[in-house]
């Protein structure tokens, strides 16, 4: 089974730009579907986006669509998350997710998950 590990937050200025990381291991991560899921304080984990195993189809969430893209290296056993245009509601833990069955943007479908990320973004 795969592990993820997430790496990349911080605390950003509004309107900066973070750049989340992915690292697999375990597995071959082109066996998998890969989304990025996010929490803010004090509410439910929200999808961010998701990606198919050969990077055919993305998928985001209204909230970042145009400012988030999300990428993967299977050779590099990689996925990134590029955030730009950065809003103090994009606070939160970035988690990354892998699924070797399901590609949606639910928690339910994704069954390996990183210890998340926090990005703090400032007003």
């Known amino acids: 089974q795969v592990q993820l590990v997430e790496s990349g937050g911080g605390v950003v200025q509004a309107g900066g730009s973070l750049s989340l990381s992915c690292a697999a291991s375990g597995d071959t991560l082109g066996s998998y579907f890969i989304a990025w899921f996010r929490q803010s304080p004090g509410k439910e984990r929200r999808f961010v986006s998701a990606?198919?195993?050969?990077?055919?189809?993305?998928a985001y969430a209204d909230a970042v669509r145009g400012r988030f893209t999300m990428s993967r290296d299977n050779a590099k056993n990689m996925v990134w998350l590029q955030m730009n245009s950065l809003k103090p509601e994009d606070t939160a833990v970035y988690s990354c997710a892998a699924s070797s069955s399901r590609y949606g943007d639910t928690e339910r479908e994704y069954n390996y998950w990183g210890q998340g990320t926090l990005v703090t973004v400032s007003s």
């Open positions: 990606i198919t195993r050969t990077s055919s189809s993305t």
